[in-house]
């Protein structure tokens, strides 16, 4: 078995380092550098840069005219015992433009507040505001809660009455032919002999 190992061990050895003679060399294939077609750089028209006129239109004038304020004076009062209703306002104003007045409500709380102002065009408006009496918050009792009374509804419904409906009474023919049914002969049947069967021994 050893000297079967040596033997192809030695044959192995043999064949790698055997030469080949006409061992093929391959090589590389030169391929030409390829070659662009060249294009003229583009050429674009040149315009001139536009020119605009300048906006010039003339300020329009309007003449400044100033109104004068014409006096005025107004009042009015109302007073209604029945809907607590209690307010009144008066005003009076110059051909200044100086405006003075009043104004006084009854208010809830049982008290009564009076305005009194004055506006012009260099303080503005200013008011002083008073009150007279003192306020009251009467207590809230509720009275108990009682349901409504509502009248009891019954319905009374009448048995509907329908009209009976009347139907006509059917008629119906007798005139029809009485039905004929064809006749058939009775069938015959063929005789047959009767079967004989061997005598069992």
Not at 100 to 123: E, F, H, M, N
Not at 128 to 156: H, R
Not at 170 to 179: E, G, H, I, L, T
Request: glycine share 4%; with cysteine; proline share 19%.
């Amino acid at each position: 078995m050893k000297v079967f190992f040596c033997i192809v061990l030695v044959a192995v050895v043999a064949v790698n380092g055997q030469s080949y003679p006409n061992r093929p060399s391959y090589k590389p294939p030169a391929y030409p550098s390829p070659s662009y077609p060249t294009y003229p750089k583009p050429s674009y028209p040149s315009y001139p840069k536009p020119s605009y006129p300048s906006a010039d239109y003339a300020k329009p004038a309007y003449p400044q005219t100033y109104e004068t304020p014409s006096p005025y004076d107004f009042a009015w009062e109302v007073k209604d015992a029945y809907t607590y209703n209690n307010y009144n306002h008066q005003e009076t104003g110059d051909d200044k433009g100086y405006v003075s007045g009043s104004y006084s409500v009854d208010l809830p709380d049982g008290r009564k507040q009076t305005v009194a102002y004055k506006a012009d065009d260099y303080t503005g408006y200013v008011a002083d505001v008073k009150y007279e009496g003192e306020a009251k918050y009467p207590e809230n009792k509720p009275a108990p809660y009682k349901p409504a009374a509502y009248p009891e509804y019954k319905p009374v419904y009448s048995s509907p009455t329908y009209p009976k409906p009347a139907y006509p009474k059917p008629a119906y023919r007798n005139d029809y032919p009485a039905p004929s049914y064809p006749s058939y002969r009775p069938p015959s049947y063929p005789s047959y002999p009767a079967p004989k069967y061997p005598t069992r021994y």
